[in-house]
């Protein structure tokens, strides 16, 4: 993630500018031991399988990424002015860690991945994104999910 100060203008001023809505409630829940809990992802880094196209740039949509997907059948098509694919191109598990998830399910750190997880845009405004964000939940819900690990690029 680029810091302010390294975003050239006028990015930077718009970027600044943007509002920050506050939401009613608090999104924080009583946790449950990692041990028993079933774990998902949602990743900004645009993810998707090789098969499907690429994300439109500031579109609000989600692709669902099955926890048994190699990893090598996943392509990045996140679009930023600042942003360096470098960590990705070397390790997807920098902004998807799927494998990491795997491996603490089959030490008995977490009880299990969910069979899917998620990606979105993450250049994109949040004010578009509330349905995309109910239908996402509404899913992990289904699938009970008791925790997701939020992977912002």
Request: with cysteine.
């Amino acid at each position: 993630m680029a810091r302010m100060e390294e975003i050239p203008e006028p990015t930077r001023e718009h970027v600044a500018a943007l509002s920050c809505p506050e939401l009613p409630g608090s999104p924080w829940v009583p946790a449950r031991r990692l041990a028993t809990s079933r774990i998902a992802l949602l990743t900004s880094a645009a993810l998707h399988p090789r098969a499907q196209p690429p994300f439109a740039a500031g579109s609000p949509e989600f692709r669902e990424l099955s926890s048994a997907l190699p990893s090598s059948d996943l392509i990045m098509s996140h679009i930023s002015i600042n942003f360096d694919r470098t960590g990705f191109q070397r390790d997807i598990n920098v902004c998807y860690p799927v494998d990491r998830l795997r491996e603490l399910a089959d030490d008995g750190t977490i009880a299990s991945v969910a069979p899917t997880n998620y990606s979105v845009m993450g250049s994109t405004d949040p004010l578009t994104m509330t349905a995309t964000a109910r239908v996402i939940a509404d899913r992990l819900r289904q699938e009970e999910v008791d925790a997701v690990l939020l992977c912002p690029v």
